[in-house]
Structure formats: C-alpha cells, structure tokens
C-alpha cells in the first residue's frame, strides 16, 4: 500500500527537497505550503514532468484551525497519514534585548507551536493504525544554543523536548518519532550571509562546506525506512557541531 506524508513548509528549501525525495520513493505526498503558492506550483510541475503526483495544500501551521484542516483533508482524500515531517519554520538574528512579544510569538508559533499541533491532528491516524513515523526539523541551535538567535534556539530545543517525550508516549503504538538537526544549510533562510562569512564558517566544518538540502533528505530517506530508531535527535551538519 502506498504510503501517505505530510510535508510542512514544502514550498522551499529543505521541505521541498524532502516532498520531491519522498515523492520519488513512491510515497504520496501532500506538500504544505504557506505564502509561495508559486514555489508549490512549480515543485508539483516539476515532479509531474517525472509522472509524479502530489498534492499541495496551503496552510498556515502555526495556526490550529489551518493545521487541522490541513489534515481532515489529507485524511479525507487518503484516508491514513503515516509520515509526518514538521519543517516549516522561520530564523530570526537579532540581539536578545531588541527581541519583542510579537517576535516571540511568531518564532515559537511557527517553530514549535506548529509541531505540536500538527502532531496532535495527525497521531490519531497513527494510533489507530498503530503505525508512524514523525520527523521534526530542528537545528543545531537547538542542541547547542545560537548567539543572536535566542528564541529561534528555544524554539528547536522545545521541538527535542517534543521529540523526547513523545517518542517515549508513542512507543507502545509503534509510532517513531525523531529529530533531524541540520547545521548550516544552503537556503533562502541564509541568504543574509554573504559569501566571506560562509567561506568562515565553512572553515569551522570538519567537511569542508555547508550543507545542501539533499543532505538533509537523505538522512530522511534512511530514517523512514528505518525501524528501531526513536526519540534521537539526530545531527547533520558536516561535524560542525559535535556533542
Ligand atoms: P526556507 O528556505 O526559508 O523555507 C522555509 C519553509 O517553511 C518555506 O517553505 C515556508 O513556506 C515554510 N513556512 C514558514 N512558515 C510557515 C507557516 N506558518 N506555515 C507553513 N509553512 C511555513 O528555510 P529552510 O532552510 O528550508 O528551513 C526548513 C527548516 O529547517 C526550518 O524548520 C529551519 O528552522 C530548519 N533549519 C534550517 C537550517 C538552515 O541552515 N537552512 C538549519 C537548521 C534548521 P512559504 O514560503 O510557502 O510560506
């Protein structure tokens, strides 16, 4: 039986790298979108070109009501989820002092907020099927803290608490749930950079570069197929960071 996946914040960067890999293992996928409707558009023409098709569907994850209609619909159309991917998620560089309400808000409704309350939606499916593989963006930042990224590091550290607690609660009904914290990867969401500061950084990596979204789909494809893996927050990042 074919398998069904939910992927937040398909549009763009990672989460549209992960919708095309998951796509091409003949998974049906139903690529979450937000603000680029276009991106999505062109991500579904893209894999069409190679007969494959997905579904994408606009919502706003960091909202409740968009978060559960996302999935009554994927539950209406497919009838099981048995792959959720919580990527959607927003930086924000700023020093600690100039942060305000509204950034924390923002940062910890789209980061983390997101993921629980896609979770919550989906895991019902899941339970009944006893079956079900939840991946988590996080980030680096998570694991080790990112000066002028403070909220942003809480937001992730919260979405390994997340990943923890729940692998922990969902284990009996066989249901993995993991992390994926990436290291520097090739985005829009660096394009502040410039490219002195990525030839620093890249310095910093044992590896020699910073990663790309393919890394990150394949530690994807390898977690999915997996089976006895859960609650591990597992680090991508070219051995920048080691713990
Ligand atoms: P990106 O290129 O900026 O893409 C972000 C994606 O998230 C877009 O598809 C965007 O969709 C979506 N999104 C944002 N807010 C959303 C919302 N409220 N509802 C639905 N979708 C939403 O960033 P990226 O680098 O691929 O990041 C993906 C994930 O990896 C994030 O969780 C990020 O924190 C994490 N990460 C990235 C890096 C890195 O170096 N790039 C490192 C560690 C962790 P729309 O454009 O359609 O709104």
Not at 112 to 128: C, D, G, K
């Amino acid at each position: 039986m074919k398998k069904i996946a939910i992927v937040t914040g398909a549009s763009r960067g990672i989460g549209r790298e992960i919708a095309k890999t998951l796509a091409r293992k003949n998974i049906q996928v139903i690529a979450n979108y937000n603000k680029s409707e276009e991106a999505a558009n062109n991500l579904k023409n893209e894999l069409k070109e190679e007969d494959i098709e997905i579904d994408i569907k606009k919502a706003d994850v960091s909202r409740r009501e968009e978060a559960k209609q996302l999935v009554e619909y994927t539950l209406k159309k497919y009838g099981r989820i048995d792959i959720l991917i919580n990527n959607a998620g927003i930086s924000e560089y700023k020093l600690f002092t100039d942060e305000t309400d509204e950034d924390w808000n923002k940062v910890i409704n789209t980061n983390l907020y997101s993921a629980f309350a896609m979770s919550q939606e989906v895991i019902p499916s899941m339970i009944h099927n006893k079956q079900g593989c939840i991946i988590n963006i996080s980030s680096a930042w998570g694991v080790v803290g990112g000066a002028l990224e403070v909220i942003y590091s809480v937001s992730k550290a919260g979405i390994d608490g997340l990943t923890k607690a729940l692998a922990k609660e969902l284990g009996p009904s066989s249901i993995r749930v993991n992390s994926i914290a990436p290291g520097m990867i090739d985005t829009q969401m660096n394009s502040n950079f410039n490219a002195e500061e990525i030839k620093q950084i890249e310095d910093e990596i044992p590896l020699g570069r910073v990663g790309n979204p393919r890394d990150i789909a394949r530690c994807i494809e390898w977690l999915i197929e997996d089976e006895y893996t859960t609650g591990q927050i597992i680090s991508v990042n070219g051995g920048w960071i080691i713990t």
